[in-house]
């Protein structure tokens, strides 16, 4: 099963918000704290992408097409990382995946959840 859990996604109009969190599974837990963590995206037909990562320390960076319009956290106490989504615009529709990745490089994928900017 998998051991990250998306929700947040939906339908807003462009200029919008929308908040995604993702939440670690029980059998992860108390190691996703160390984890480096991110969230990619992916429109039909199109290659997965890197929107941004957070590293243990909280250092964060982002792809140039979201800079300014989107940040990433983590919440290390509930086992959490978001990814605040503002002035959202028609190409930012996708899939969005959050990601998992150990000191070790295994890497843990969430379900995706489904983000669309019309109107």
């Known amino acids: 099963q998998r051991q990250l859990v998306e929700s947040g996604g939906g339908l807003v109009q462009p200029g919008g918000s929308l908040r995604l969190s993702c939440k670690a599974a029980?059998?992860?837990?108390?190691?996703?704290?160390?984890?480096?963590l991110g969230w990619y995206r992916q429109a039909p037909g199109e290659q997965r992408e890197l929107v941004a990562m957070?590293?243990?320390?909280?250092?964060?960076d982002y792809a140039d097409s979201v800079k300014g319009r989107f940040a990433i956290s983590r919440d290390n106490a509930n086992k959490k990382v978001f990814l605040q989504m503002n002035d959202l615009k028609p190409e930012d529709t996708a899939v969005y995946y959050c990601?998992?990745?150990?000191?070790?490089?295994?890497?843990?994928w969430g379900q995706g959840t489904q983000v669309t900017v019309s109107g």
């Open positions: 990601h998992a990745q150990s000191s070790q490089y295994e890497d843990y």
């Open positions: 029980r059998m992860i837990t108390s190691v996703f704290n160390t984890y480096k």
């Open positions: 957070i590293g243990r320390d909280g250092t964060a």
